[in-house]
């Protein structure tokens, strides 16, 4: 068993690449059938899987952080046991995208909150206990909206299938009460401002390669849910609230952008540029139109991506610091010009720059949003100015000015992750159509929501 606890890191990031793998031959045009067979069927529920364009780009996205957080998982106490839970939990997420069944996404969806919740308890930083507890006060309130909203939902329809629900909805009056209450369960993961109150803490207090599963798994899991259940199947119930959600949407974006340029913990900063991403997404996932449900994808898969290698490099310069803290670093780009090159392009992409992936994806979403959102979008958009003051002045509190503390260069497994990630999001950004085209119209929910 010794020599199993060895591998187990090695393992855990084949298998998240593997997954990585059967995404993107899908996306490539390899199509599989769907299955569906009954496990409850006095419920209702049956096992409905399937991995369409749409899924498998998100599920690409959670293989590549997986892969991320299983090599970035160096110095751990009880290794089978972490990667066992860390193994767990991709299976738990991956789980969500292909479930086509709402009791079964239920399952999934809740299931995933076991290993996370023991990775955070048993090995993040001193806080980890009650950044726990605030995360399963947050995440199991939200669930038990959601099991609500599901469950009269079946009720009402007699099934839990999500195509057999596309076909017979829920009357358009009728549809605000259980759209409301099933996005109340989503957006607490997203996190949609105001329900972000677990978040901060968590990342702060998390190990780095779970700050990267909750950022950029976690966070692309809500998007997904949000445009495969109340938007696909409530889309009346989703245009009354579309105003109100949208101004919500776009407080959010800008309080996030706003904290995190007084925040000097490079954890508590990248936790409030999350939300501030988060909340773009969720504005053009509000908006309801086709650009912006597309923008919204590709704007939450970037911000995983990014969110990711920032995690990734703000580990490293703790590293080399013996802090998270702007104040103890200093310099660095001296003697880690390669990291101060990897810093600079994550911090390139958090701002949105065109030629990132990050430009493409807010630009798309807001994009989508102002033709029915104009005043939100508005507001939104002063996202990409805020970003610029906390991107650019932590790289300059990091890397410029005295030198505080000398550190190595990129070490190889720092590279490993780093490099892979970073082109990807350049070879988006210039290119954007070798994502946002895979996903055919087909495969997003009905657009027109806004009548």
């Known amino acids: 068993m010794p ?13 998240a690449l593997a997954v990585t793998a059967v995404a993107m031959a899908l996306l490539a045009g390899v199509r599989g059938a769907p299955l569906r067979f009954g496990w409850a069927g006095a419920l209702g529920a049956g096992s409905a899987v399937d991995l369409d364009e749409l899924s498998a780009a998100f599920v690409a996205l959670t293989g590549i952080a997986f892969a991320a957080g299983a090599l970035a998982s160096e110095r751990v106490g009880h290794r089978r046991a972490y990667f066992a839970l860390w193994d767990l939990l991709l299976a738990s997420l991956i789980a969500t995208f292909v479930a086509r069944d709402l009791l079964l996404f239920f399952v999934f969806w809740d299931a995933a909150l076991v290993p996370i919740a023991l990775l955070m ?44 629900l596309a076909a017979r909805r ?23 401002f105001p329900l ?40 009346d119930g989703m245009t009354a609230a579309a105003p109100l959600l949208g101004a919500l949407a776009a407080v959010g974006a800008a309080y996030g952008a706003l904290v995190a340029t007084r925040e000097t913990d490079l954890r508590r900063i990248l936790a409030f540029a999350g939300l501030a991403q988060a909340n773009v997404v969720a504005l053009g996932l509000f908006a309801g139109t086709e650009t912006s449900l597309r923008g919204a994808m590709f704007a939450s ?41 990897c810093f600079t392009i994550a911090a390139f992409a958090l701002i ?10 807010m630009l798309l979403a807001l994009a989508g949003a102002y033709e029915r959102m104009p005043a939100s979008t508005a507001v939104t ?6 970003s610029a003051v ?38 988006l950004g210039v290119v954007p159509r070798l994502l946002s085209d895979r996903v055919p119209p087909s495969a997003l929910p009905a657009a027109e929501l806004v009548r």
Do not use: K
């Open 3 to 15: 020599r199993l606890s060895r591998w187990s890191r090695a393992l855990s990031a084949i298998a």
């Open 121 to 164: 308890w048993q090995w993040g930083d001193r806080d980890r206990r009650g950044a726990t507890q605030r995360l399963l006060i947050h995440a199991l309130t939200g669930s038990a909206l959601l099991l609500v909203g599901i469950v009269s939902l079946a009720v009402a329809r007699g099934t839990f299938d999500i195509d057999a």
């Open 170 to 192: 829920v009357p358009a009056p009728a549809q605000l009460l259980p759209a409301m209450l099933v996005l109340a369960g989503l957006a607490v993961r997203l996190p949609v």
């Open 196 to 235: 972000h109150g677990w978040l901060p803490r968590t990342i702060a207090s998390a190990p780095v390669p779970v700050s990267i599963a909750v950022l950029a798994a976690m966070s692309a899991s809500a998007t997904y849910a949000i445009l495969r259940i109340p938007v696909y199947l409530f889309p």
């Open 301 to 341: 898969i970037s911000n995983g991506l990014v969110i990711a290698a920032a995690l990734v490099l703000a580990a490293a310069i703790a590293r080399r610091t013996s802090s998270y803290s702007l104040a103890r670093a200093g310099g660095l780009s001296a003697s880690a010009p390669a990291l101060a090159g």
């Open 352 to 361: 949105g720059l065109p030629g990132t992936s990050g430009f493409a994806g």
């Open 381 to 386: 958009s002063l996202v990409w100015i805020v």
């Open 390 to 427: 906390f991107a650019l002045g932590a790289l300059r509190r990091v890397f410029h000015g005295p030198p505080l503390v000398r550190g190595g260069d990129l070490r190889a497994v720092e590279a490993l992750i780093l490099v892979p990630i970073l082109a990807l999001v350049i070879v």
